[in-house]
């Protein structure tokens, strides 16, 4: 499957529900030795009351992908207790 099928595609979490982002607002991990992707980085934005929103940067390891869909890609997560949120914005 070509990267540009991707596009347009919502990023869900199959373990909250919560939609985690677009795959185009997205950047891709490639591991250079063997040339496969490792993750999927997505930013995560919460607004606040229209205040100050937060951004985190949430990674997605590949072999946490259960479907690729025709409008979304399903995740399965629990990144309250894993390491996969990297950092605040």
């Given at each position: 499957m070509r990267l540009s099928k991707f596009s347009g595609r919502e990023i869900v979490n199959?373990?909250?529900g919560?939609?985690?982002?677009l795959i185009?607002?997205?950047d891709l991990l490639i591991d250079p030795e063997s040339g496969?992707?490792?993750?999927?980085l997505v930013y995560e934005?919460?607004?606040?009351f229209f205040l100050k929103s937060e951004k985190n940067l949430i990674r997605?390891?590949?072999d946490n992908i259960k479907k690729i869909g025709n409008?979304?890609?399903i995740v399965d997560i629990d990144y309250k207790y894993t390491n996969n949120r990297i950092f605040n914005l």
């Open positions: 199959l373990n909250d919560s939609r985690l982002g185009e607002d997205a496969k992707i490792d993750s999927i934005t919460k607004n606040q997605i390891p590949w409008e979304m890609i």
